[in-house]
């Protein structure tokens, strides 16, 4: 058991310091960074990795530095909100650029790295940054290696040490040695890992005495206490610090050591690795310390801690980004429980959808959503009323004005837009605080399941705002001829194969009552099948049902193979209000009946008038607002709530 870390209550657990950057890696894997293509963005710089996976396991995390006054560190700054870290410390820097570093993974181990730092925001990082309040609000703090190259930002870390000890809190030191970052290598040497320097080990041996933990890589260890091998730089650690002491290994996993150092270098706690196929490297030591600190400051004893960063770091190397591929709890005790009979994790199905999951950009508890991604139905209005279909596009841009007046920015709110009509209707959608947009991949009426523009449906995706979600509709039942379903599950399964690899949440609508009986297990049934596929959609769409008991059995389905999907809305197939309201009332006892999404009920006919010239933009707005207010009226009353 830790006796780091007291039982007192703090608003924070840990505050980390340092590095924030955008991490840029390269996708093209085994290829020269020369090479690269095309980059994935995430958070990057070691303390930012660190916030971001103690947040993930549970607990109370903070950053503390500078980011620039442009795209890249608002992107950081609204990163790691979504994360639940904490901001409070976050400066802008109005004068300095957010640091970039670009990555690639060209072999195994090996992964060329540039950094762009030159007068970066956070390496400006000041004494007057540290707020007493704030560094006194925390249990512990994470300060960095890379922080004490400079004066003023060694200055600032110093500072905020001297506040947490007179407070009694925690000091926790990440030795995280970049060579190239103290000016020990050139700027094609990002990825060197060890550069002696006395000047370096000088400057990190007078911040060791005032640790309760320090972490290192054998390398590390050796720059912060100045010795030429890890037994020698391990006792002098020990003269220097009462520190608890723990050394990564990589795939051997760390040793920690919390007593005096004796000529045995396994002499200690052993937390031992885990066989996992190295993907990148990049980010593992980060995760280890956000595994540790998870352990360390939970107050469990070393030996759980250990296997907790072991577990966190093996994570890191399966996969390719370092922040975004952090485990959470909930995954991390998953793994532990069952294990993973893939050595390279990022191909186990299991782990993966937890990890999905459990990160997803934004919690969307309700969704009340204007369906206007109809095409074939607003073509025949405009043939029937005369009217020029390319007018089409201007009317999908009222109708989000009308769900925006409704939404007026409150949470909860959404829409379907397709591409074909709807491109400008998506330009006015993401000028409003909708909470969700969802767009249609299937060919209008297909059955057999086909997709609109073109069968390779992820080189359509990647183009996609990440933030949009995959809506497919099948016509699916379970008495389809075994033929038909075949063909339907396989296309369905591509799908939700390329909605994982892109990063985007999928919603697959199911329609069985237009080509079969719809009795209480229809809809069940089907479920059953698409999830003994693998199909694990983040939403299901669905058409009301005749009972209570129906609603039941489909709940049970859904969570039997698929505890953390956000739910099931309704679809309206242009039911009059009457009955939709009838249909919500049959959810009420149905908890994964999240809302609606209702189209033609709503805006069919202003539609009809204002294609046909008999209605102003403002009175369709107006009508098709009302419509939409009256639905979200009902159904928040369906479920004992009324409109904020």
């Not at 992964?111 to 925001?121: K, N, V």
């Not at 600190?293 to 907790?308: K, M, V």
């Not at 059953?528 to 389905?557: F, H, N, R, T």
Request: with cysteine; charged share 25%; proline share 4%.
């Amino acid at each position: 058991m830790s006796e780091a870390v007291d039982a007192k209550y703090a608003p924070l657990d840990v505050i980390t310091i340092g590095r924030a950057s955008v991490d840029l890696y390269g996708q093209q894997i085994g290829s020269r960074l020369e090479d690269i293509t095309s980059f994935a963005k995430s958070v990057g710089g070691c303390p930012a990795n660190i916030s971001v996976g103690t947040a993930r396991l549970g607990l109370r995390s903070a950053l503390l530095t500078r980011v620039g006054d442009e795209q890249m560190g608002r992107f950081i700054r609204e990163q790691l909100r979504r994360e639940g870290v904490n901001v409070d410390g976050l400066k802008t820097d109005k004068e300095r650029l957010t640091a970039l570093v670009l990555l690639s993974v060209e072999s195994e181990g090996v992964s060329p790295m540039i950094f762009y730092r030159s007068d970066c925001a956070d390496m400006a990082l000041a004494e007057e940054d540290i707020d007493e309040a704030f560094i006194a609000s925390a249990r512990s703090i994470v300060v960095t290696g890379t922080h004490f190259s400079r004066p003023n930002s060694d200055a600032a870390q110093r500072k905020a040490i001297r506040i947490i000890k007179a407070k009694g809190g925690k000091v926790v030191f990440d030795i995280d040695y970049r060579p190239n970052l103290w000016g020990l290598a050139g700027h094609a040497e990002g990825f060197e890992r060890y550069v002696k320097s006395d000047r370096v080990s000088a400057q990190l041996k007078t911040v060791l005495p005032d640790c309760d933990l320090i972490v290192g890589t054998e390398e590390e260890i050796m720059i912060a206490s100045g010795a030429d091998d890890c037994l020698s730089a391990l006792k002098t650690i020990r003269a220097l610090s009462s520190a608890t002491i723990v050394l990564k290994r990589g795939a051997m996993g760390c040793i920690v050591y919390d007593g005096p150092i004796s000529d045995d270098l396994e002499d200690g706690i052993v937390g031992k690795g885990f066989p996992i196929e190295i993907y990148n490297v990049l980010g593992a030591g980060d995760a280890f310390m956000s595994g540790f600190l998870r352990g360390w400051l939970g107050s469990e004893d070393h030996a759980t801690a250990a296997t907790w960063a072991n577990a966190c770091g093996a994570f890191a190397v399966s996969r390719l980004l370092c922040a975004p591929e952090y485990p959470t709890f909930e995954e991390l005790q998953f793994f532990l429980k069952n294990g993973s009979k893939h050595l390279a994790l990022r191909k186990d199905e299991a782990i993966n959808h937890i990890h999905w999951a459990t990160t997803r950009r934004r919690d969307i508890p309700s969704m009340m959503a204007l369906a206007c991604d109809h095409r074939v139905q607003l073509e025949d209005v405009a043939a029937k009323t005369g009217a020029d279909p390319a007018r089409i596009r201007d009317f999908k841009v009222l109708a989000v004005k009308a769900a925006a007046k409704v939404a007026a920015g409150r949470d909860g709110y959404g829409m379907l837009i397709d591409e074909k009509h709807g491109r400008e209707a998506m330009f006015e959608f993401a000028r409003h605080p909708f909470a969700w947009l969802g767009r249609p991949v299937e060919l209008p009426g297909s059955r057999p399941l086909r997709f609109e523009f073109s069968q390779d449906i992820g080189s359509q995706l990647v183009e996609w705002p990440v933030d949009h979600c995959i809506k497919c509709l099948c016509f699916y039942h379970p008495d389809d001829p075994a033929e038909l379903k075949e063909e339907q599950q396989q296309k369905l399964r591509s799908l939700f194969e390329a909605a994982r690899k892109v990063g985007r949440e999928l919603l697959v609508e199911i329609i069985a009552g237009k080509h079969g009986k719809l009795d209480d297990t229809t809809i069940p049934r089907a479920l059953e099948e698409l999830y003994a596929l693998g199909i694990k959609p983040d939403w299901w769409k669905l058409e009301p049902q005749a009972s209570a008991g129906a609603w039941a059995k489909i709940e049970a389905v859904i969570l039997k193979h698929d505890p953390w999907c956000r739910g099931v809305v309704l679809l309206g197939l242009e039911a009059p209000q009457d009955e939709l309201e009838a249909a919500f009332a049959a959810t009420a006892k149905a908890p994964i009946v999240k809302g609606f999404a209702v189209g033609r009920t709503i805006f069919v006919h202003a539609a009809e008038q204002w294609l046909a010239g008999k209605m102003s933009d403002d009175e369709a707005v107006a009508d098709m607002a009302s419509r939409f207010e009256q639905l979200t009226e009902a159904w928040l009353a369906a479920r004992g709530r009324k409109a904020a």
